[in-house]
């Protein structure tokens, strides 16, 4: 928990600037290796991808998060594959279902997500995450339990108005049974938030420099399609 990390933290902290100490951690909190951290490695895929001065390097992730494309599209697994299910195409739309990247805040927008079922799967649930500054999640959002057939299903994933500060967020999705994950791709989709437009009361519209969240989940619904 919160407590829990601010703990470990503080202990860090203390062992590298007191002790001497030197301490390799891994993370994607980009706050906390702000703050421990003097030099930093970017791994991608397993390749060093950067080197160098903490804020360097940060900016670097930065730039790589902001240029993940607002569609993705899975190959599908091989057929000795024994996994319950997997994410097939991910797409961000407008509320005219057209393929955006970039969408005006206070204005509607959803996520449609295609994915199939191998085997029958209880408590299946669906889920999305949402990551902004420092890639922190600012909302998190799950359908309803529910048992599915094999089968193609498709996931729309709604929001009436887009209540994020204006910035590049990055898309977490995940399948699983049970509450037990087993499908989960992460920082697959970017979507771009902009303060401009036609149809926003300006006194709603909120920019901050970061730790914003969203508590409120969007809904989801799921249907099959093939």
């Not at 390799?24 to 003097?38: D, P, Q, T």
């Not at 729309?156 to 994950?181: A, V």
């Amino acid at each position: 928990d919160a407590e829990f990390q601010k703990k470990c933290l503080g202990k860090m902290e203390e062992v590298t600037k007191k002790s001497g100490r030197t301490i390799i951690f891994v993370s994607h909190n980009m706050e906390a290796i702000s703050r421990l951290c003097e030099r930093c490695v970017l791994l991608e895929k397993g390749k060093v991808v950067a080197i160098g001065p903490t804020d360097e390097v940060i900016n670097k992730y930065v730039q790589l998060k902001e240029a993940i494309p607002s569609e993705y599209t899975n190959s599908d697994p091989s057929s000795d594959s024994k996994q319950h299910g997997y994410i097939k195409r991910i797409q961000v739309e407008d509320s005219d279902n057209v393929s955006i990247n970039t969408i005006s805040a206070g204005l509607p927008w959803k996520v449609r997500m295609q994915f199939k079922i191998n085997e029958y799967t209880p408590s299946f649930m669906a889920s999305m995450s949402i990551r902004g500054a420092n890639n922190v999640t600012v909302r998190t959002t799950w359908s309803k339990a529910q048992d599915l057939e094999p089968g193609v299903y498709e996931a729309i994933i709604t929001d009436p108005e887009i209540n994020l500060s204006s910035r590049t967020y990055t898309l977490t999705f995940g399948l699983s049974s049970f509450k037990k994950s087993f499908e989960y791709i992460e920082d697959c989709v970017s979507i771009k938030i902009v303060p401009e437009g036609a149809n926003v009361d300006s006194e709603r519209v909120l920019t901050v420099s970061g730790g914003e969240i969203i508590v409120n989940p969007m809904d989801i619904t799921i249907n099959k399609i093939k």
